[in-house]
């Protein structure tokens, strides 16, 4: 919920606004067929009183006098660094909306012309915490000023705020000026990147239709602009590039990007619905929706999802709005949104899309409408084409129209020597889970019905499957019998599971030495040690015993390894720490040297995460070497181990490599030559089953297996019991794991089942036996589950998630991804592990979010609502949750709570604090900050202080209460020197408030004189309050001064600023 950037010491040069700009019009030109000027080739016209100015002119003012000129005359000089991509300090969060932009401006960065960035910046860079840059190229035609939408990055949004547009023009030598405007919220700023040293030429490469001319992809963001594809430009659709024609044809859902220009996966979203082409609002749409069209489209990642009509506005119907997407659909249809022709948007807000271009033999995108070989992945042979007339082995399974994931598509089966389908009747995750592993997939993510890859053909083998999640095949689920069913092939069931990852995808356990473990995130394997050398900004984690995700945090910084102080220190900065080792999610934040205190220096303090960052070097902090900590304060992470292709057990037939799980050590490795305890047995050939398989004992020296003459469920049970399974669910016999080697030692084996051991019924005699290993008996127990975890609840700075666990839920007959907030279709899902995430924003009014606040916490509540699996309608189960986020400024961890409420009655947690800084400033506009540490002032110098507060809720704003300085930094010291005493200033002519109550920033002005008469140093401390301006009025009224004023608002913790002395140096 809160997030706080801390002041930067970095200087910013003042502002000196040389021309002043007078109000002016602006005339949108269309283009002449003989120039264009970049990527939009429309032109700007301004009108000056009566007078049109000519192009690339505008009406500016010089000496009070406003004319004509040409800005690359007439501009001010931006000699600010801290607007650089590459500035990833931003300690005070500079904001340009407080800046009174007039007229024209040119970058520079280091005294080398510069350029506004026109790239997706990250987070917390340029100095600010939404950094701004305009979504096209810059112009390559001089002489012309055009338009440049600008947009802001923040919280995983490429356009997180309401976008705005700039003028820019390209001057003849070589530099760019800009007509810059005031963004629409705080923290956004302008980023600059130094000068390209040469402008690229226009393509002059006909495209067709155009004859000669320059090819552009023109994108038009004004009233007159085209609404259909200009002769050239490029439509790419999802079945095959048609031209955007009235007349085409096209199959219904199918989607194609229009006014992309050169990228076939750039472009306008359209989709055919109804006989029609239209397009798609913007309302909600993000990333994860624009992911789904390239996957549709068979492009690549997602970069971005441009709104507000990037790529042109369109025509005809807008078919789509509110489009929420869980990432997993193969269609955009399949997404939810409130219906077909449901909306209320303009084509102003048709939505557009940035993929990356699939690389390939021929550089074009393939179609992923499923054609004449396609790819169906198999059981038997993984990856081959498998077509109706084609062979299998009985039961063997396989997956069509699946797209380009080897993982996901139409269930269909091998059986009576013929392929078919299943049906949906019952079909669930758990059913989905056995083709998952009968295919050598990863985990299940979703179980489609209803045909969701197309209607198959040919027989329905199977209905109403009833998988218990132990089987190996498909074929071992219960099932009324093959043939027989009751559905259509518009019922087809399908999986989406996991491509599992490969040899290299899993960063490894490294034992440094005994006891202490080290896993680093530059060499993943390797040991570090105190002397050891590592890459500049690599992680690492020590003491964490056996886990490889847990640990103490190292950083390698200025050649040597050091820890990291746990001041601030939660869950959003650990989670940075585990997505840079490759490991799982962030489960907890430990601070006071949990896992030991380290040794050496400790590199980093007050370290503030976004949550969005690579490494821990980009995340804001004070500097490198620069705390107030000791190793007693040391930080750790506990993060999940990313499971990876060892992570659950292997096919054990008795081979050199394969894995065997024993009663003696559990998941170990066991071949035919291996040792054993006398007696102990294992389960070989398993598949993901670490509890199926045949079974093998180890007798005299040697593994051998068991004879199925008399096997039955008795003797199974007791194989299970001592191998820790659960309980037996079948006796298989006639070698179904395959036929073992070597030995046949047990044969007739009769156990009465209150046995521990297989040892310890009767059999014939060790080695007597009549079997071949055709005779092999096998298993199949469950696998002993832990118990059902209840659902949790995490209360983070910025979203509420509430994990709800898959089979939990499930027990109770209800479905875990049915759930919705108290508004539809407005939460985010995703699943790890086995638990579902919903995920909703901790702000007022999102998703139905509720917010109430008191004197000492702001409480979002909501509630989710789950619906019972299978059933057409049905009241569903309500889950109240809250979330309680303290007003007061204490360093706190952002903790993961267990819920504290019955299930029935909710759940509730707490979050972090919000968090405070202060600064004392050169001059009165609040733009250069002194650097940290010892401040020299001459006496009567006045103080301008600022204070910041970044609440990700505008209800709030920071409040001054008491402002004063004292020769402590003890801000309960009791000889105090007011400035400000509750709320108001104590002197008006030495002290002036300038923003209080108003916003979540709050400045003052004062003139400061010695304290007690003496030339000792002294600090500043300010306590402030939060205050909701909802129900109260927030902005203090100090027209007469008062005994004491009443507060409406939430304490937070004092803050400090100094030491500061004085200048006893002469005028």
């Known amino acids: 919920m809160w997030s706080m950037m801390e002041m930067p010491g970095g200087v910013l040069l003042l502002l000196i606004l040389q021309f002043v700009t007078w109000n002016t019009s602006v005339i949108c030109m269309e283009p002449s067929s003989a120039a264009t000027s970049g990527p939009s080739s429309q032109s700007v016209q301004f009108r000056c009183g009566n007078t049109v100015c000519p192009k690339g002119m505008d009406c500016i003012s010089n000496n009070g006098v406003t004319s004509c000129a040409d800005p690359c005359e007439r501009y001010t000089e931006l000699h600010h660094d801290w607007r650089s991509t590459d500035n ?164 219904e859902g199918q989607v194609h990007l229009a006014n992309g220009g050169n990228s076939s996966c750039s472009g306008r979203v359209e989709i055919f619905l109804r006989g029609q082409w239209g397009t798609v609002c913007d309302d909600h749409w993000d990333l994860v929706d624009a992911q789904v069209v390239c996957r549709q489209l068979g492009c690549g990642r997602v970069l971005s999802a441009p709104q507000r009509a990037r790529f042109g506005q369109g025509s005809g119907p807008i078919w789509l709005d509110d489009v929420v997407c869980s990432g997993s659909e193969s269609k955009l249809t399949e997404c939810r949104h409130p219906g077909i022709g449901s909306h209320n948007c303009g084509h102003y807000e048709d939505a557009g899309v940035v993929c990356e271009v699939q690389p390939g033999p021929n550089s074009t995108v393939s179609p992923t409408t499923p054609d004449p070989g396609s790819q169906v992945l198999t059981s038997g042979t993984p990856g081959t084409t498998a077509v109706d007339n084609s062979t299998g082995d009985e039961g063997q399974v396989r997956l069509a129209n699946g797209g380009y994931s080897s993982c996901s598509g139409r269930v269909e089966i091998f059986l009576r020597g013929q392929w078919g ?35 198959g053909s040919g027989p329905i083998w199977l209905d109403d499957v009833v998988c218990s999640g132990s089987e190996s095949k498909l074929t071992e689920c219960w099932h009324p019998g093959i043939g027989s069913h009751n559905c259509g092939h518009n019922e087809d069931a399908g999986v989406v599971c996991e491509v599992q990852p490969g040899p290299n995808s899993t960063v490894s356990p490294t034992t440094p030495d005994p006891g202490s473990q080290v896993l680093t995130s530059g060499t993943p394997g390797t040991t570090a040690v105190d002397n050891s050398t590592g890459v500049e900004g690599q992680v690492r984690l020590a003491n964490g015993g056996y886990s490889s995700c847990s640990g103490r945090v190292e950083i390698f910084l200025l050649g040597q390894w050091g820890t990291v102080c746990d001041d601030h220190w939660d869950l959003v900065d ?74 659950t057990v292997s096919p054990t037939t008795p081979n050199p490599g394969s894995q065997v799980l024993t009663s003696g050590t559990p998941g170990t490795t066991a071949v035919d030559n291996s040792t054993g305890d006398e007696g102990q047995v294992r389960l070989a050939n398993g598949g993901n089953s670490s509890c199926s398989g045949r079974v093998e004992i180890f007798l005299r020296g040697q593994w051998g297996t068991v004879c199925d003459d008399q096997w039955d469920l008795v003797d199974a049970q007791v194989v299970c019991r001592q191998l820790g399974c659960g309980r037996v669910l079948s006796a298989p016999q006639s070698a179904r794991f395959g036929q073992g080697s070597g030995p046949i030692w047990l044969d007739d084996v009769v156990c009465s089942g209150s046995e521990s051991k297989l040892t310890e019924c009767r059999h014939r005699g060790i080695g007597s036996h009549d079997c071949g290993h055709n005779e092999d008996a096998g298993v199949v127990c469950e696998v002993q589950r832990p118990p059902l975890q209840p659902p949790q609840l995490i209360c983070g700075r910025d979203e509420i998630q509430i994990g709800l666990n898959m089979a939990a839920i499930t027990s109770m007959g209800l479905n875990p991804l049915s759930g919705n907030l108290a508004v539809p279709n407005c939460s985010w899902v995703r699943m790890h592990n086995d638990v579902v995430w919903y995920e909703v924003d901790a702000q007022a009014g999102a998703c139905g979010n509720t917010l109430r606040t008191n004197r000492t916490h702001a409480i979002y509540s909501n509630v989710l609502f789950l619906y019972r699996g299978n059933v057409s309608f049905s009241r569903p189960v309500s889950l109240p949750f809250s979330c309680a986020y303290p007003l007061d400024t204490d360093t706190s961890m952002n903790v993961a709570i267990r819920p504290v409420l019955p299930f029935a009655v909710g759940l509730s947690g707490l979050g972090s604090k919000a968090r405070a800084s202060m600064s004392l400033f050169h001059t009165s506009n609040f733009t250069q900050p002194y650097p940290s540490g010892l401040i020299t002032l001459p006496v009567g110098s006045p103080l301008h202080v600022g204070v910041s507060v970044l609440v990700r809720d505008p209800s709030f704003v920071v409040v001054l209460e008491n402002c004063y300085a004292s020769d402590s930094s003890n801000p309960n010291d009791t000889a105090r020197y007011f400035f400000i005493q509750n709320k108001c200033p104590t002197d008006r002519q030495q002290v002036e408030v300038i923003e209080s109550g108003s916003s979540q920033q709050a400045r003052f002005s004062a003139v400061l004189f010695l304290i007690h008469g003496e030339y000792s140093d002294m600090y500043l401390h300010c306590s402030l309050s939060l205050c909701d301006r909802r129900s109260s009025r927030c902005a203090p009224s100090c027209r007469r001064r008062t005994s004491r004023s009443v507060s409406s608002s939430a304490p937070l913790k004092p803050l400090t600023i100094g030491p500061i002395t004085w200048d006893k140096s002469p005028e």
């Open 574 to 647: 650990a989670q940075v720490v585990c997505r840079q080792l490759g490991c799982g999610r962030v489960l907890s934040a430990p601070q006071s040297a949990r896992f030991g205190q380290g040794s050496g220096p400790i590199w980093l303090d007050d370290v503030v995460c976004s949550g969005s960052e690579s490494k821990l070097t980009e995340c804001p902090h004070p500097g490198i070497g620069s705390h107030n900590c000791g190793h007693y304060e040391d930080a750790g992470v506990v993060c999940e181990v990313q499971p990876g292709p060892n992570s």
């Open 88 to 251: 990833n300090i931003n300690l005070n969060p500079r904001c340009d909306r407080d800046v009174n932009w007039q007229g024209w401006y040119r970058l520079f960065l280091n005294q080398t012309s510069a350029n506004v960035a026109e790239r997706c910046v990250q987070t917390n860079r340029c100095g600010t915490h939404a950094p701004l840059w305009i979504t096209e190229p810059h112009p390559t035609q001089p002489g012309v000023i055009v338009n440049r939408t600008v947009c802001s990055h923040w919280s995983s949004s490429c356009c997180y705020f309401s976008s705005h547009t700039i003028n820019v023009k390209l001057c003849k030598g070589n530099y760019y000026v800009y007509k810059l405007v005031k963004p629409s919220a705080c923290h956004l700023a302008y980023c600059a990147e130094v000068n390209r040293t040469d402008v690229a030429a226009p393509l002059t490469t006909p495209g067709p239709g155009q004859q000669g001319t320059s090819q552009t992809a023109a994108v038009h963001h004004t009233t007159n602009s085209p609404t259909r594809p200009d002769p050239g430009s490029q439509t790419f659709t999802s079945a095959a590039p048609t031209s955007d024609t009235p007349g085409t044809t096209a199959v």
């Open 421 to 455: 389908t299943v049906c949906d009747d019952h079909w669930d995750l758990v059913d989905a889970q056995v083709v998952c592993r009968q295919l050598g997939c990863g985990r299940v993510l979703s179980a489609p019905q209803s045909a969701r890859f197309g209607q």
